[in-house]
């Protein structure tokens, strides 16, 4: 393994980095900063193609709708919009070579950094994806029983997809990336209780089955999900993609989570990123290692990527990036 492998190992479990690893997604673009993690999306693309390429059904046969700008696009009409369909529903074949076929070369490219699959919608994503996000609001008061069927064939799919993983590439795999979107503005979309009853025991399910093929766990959630998090480090997740610190309240956020899990954060891309005052960037930038990380690691820096979807000039988010890597012996200088 070289030093980007190491890098980012060390931030993840608290063993001392020697500066701050670096999360890029055009490293051709931005050579002059660190790429240390080999992210591969590859197992999340569906057989029709990829959902933000065009208005198709996925594999779970939820209906994407493009947009003019590109970006991930939404569902625009669910499989499972009446219960009735669901005895006849079934789920796509999680073991289906097309999902993995073409991911030996890409780790190959790797290159001995650190490995992160992509496996995007992870529980509570794929649920409202199926149902429709309003009627999964209401279902987990009207149809518990429902939901705790689909929910469960959800990670039946996401056990077998794992398995399957290990199988073919075992430890040339670092840590798997998963998502579920989890807060407005204000708060998390559920209360801790239904998030407790419904998710909890199903994530931890799915973390012990990630960790036992020694992989880290890397989520992303989006929203002001302060109240969950507590939940979610003791679940399992090693590393929480966060990005919009200027929600959760930054400095105390970092206060009371950092050392506890590590994070993979840039600056905020709602507020600070799209306004482009670069004083500003490089000001959260700093914020960000000082109070988000300690002198033992729990911080990644991480290049959002799709920054014109956001509104964002790329001299921003350049100016990000130098400001971290200007900071990415911080701690090693400050003790």
């Known amino acids: 393994m070289n030093d980007s492998y190491e890098q980012v190992r060390r931030a993840i479990e608290f063993d001392r980095p020697e500066r701050l690893p670096f999360w890029q997604h055009w490293r051709s ?128 799919f996401k056990l077998a997809q794992c398995d399957e993983l290990h199988r073919r590439f075992g430890d040339r795999v670092h840590g798997l990336f998963v998502a579920d979107d989890w807060g407005t503005q204000a708060g998390p979309f559920i209360s801790p209780k239904l998030f407790g009853d419904f998710f909890a025991p199903r994530y931890r399910t799915i973390f012990e089955a990630i960790h036992a093929r020694g992989w880290h766990v890397m989520l992303h959630s989006c929203g002001r999900i302060n109240a969950l998090v507590p939940s979610l480090v003791e679940l399992g997740v090693d590393v929480l993609n966060m990005q919009q610190p200027r929600s959760y309240g930054l400095v105390e956020f970092g206060e009371q989570f950092r050392g506890k899990v590590c994070f993979l954060a840039t600056v905020d891309i709602q507020t600070t990123m799209p306004r482009g005052i670069e004083g500003e960037i490089r000001e959260e930038a700093r914020l960000l290692v000082r109070h988000w990380g300690t002198p033992d690691g729990g911080l990644i820096a991480f290049d959002y990527g799709e920054w014109e979807s956001a509104g964002v000039r790329s001299e921003s988010a350049r100016a990000m990036l130098d400001e971290f890597a200007r900071q990415s012996r911080f701690w090693q200088t400050a003790s």
Not at 57 to 86: F, I, K
Not at 124 to 131: E, G
Request: with cysteine; charged share 30%.
């Open 29 to 156: 673009k931005r050579p002059e900063f660190p790429d240390d993690i080999h992210n591969i999306w590859e197992m999340d693309r569906a057989e029709a193609g990829w959902f933000f390429d065009r208005a198709a059904p996925d594999d779970w046969g939820c209906l994407w709708g493009a947009t003019e700008v590109r970006n991930m696009g939404q569902v625009v009409a669910c499989p499972l919009e009446s219960w009735d369909a669901l005895d006849r529903y079934r789920p796509p074949n999680p073991r289906n070579p097309f999902y993995y076929e073409r991911l030996g070369p890409l780790i190959d490219d790797a290159r001995g950094r650190y490995v992160a699959v992509t496996a995007h919608n992870l529980l509570f994503a794929r649920l409202h994806k199926l149902r429709g996000f309003a009627a999964t609001m209401e279902d987990f008061y009207l149809e518990p029983k429902r939901v705790e069927r689909l929910l469960d064939m959800i990670v039946e």
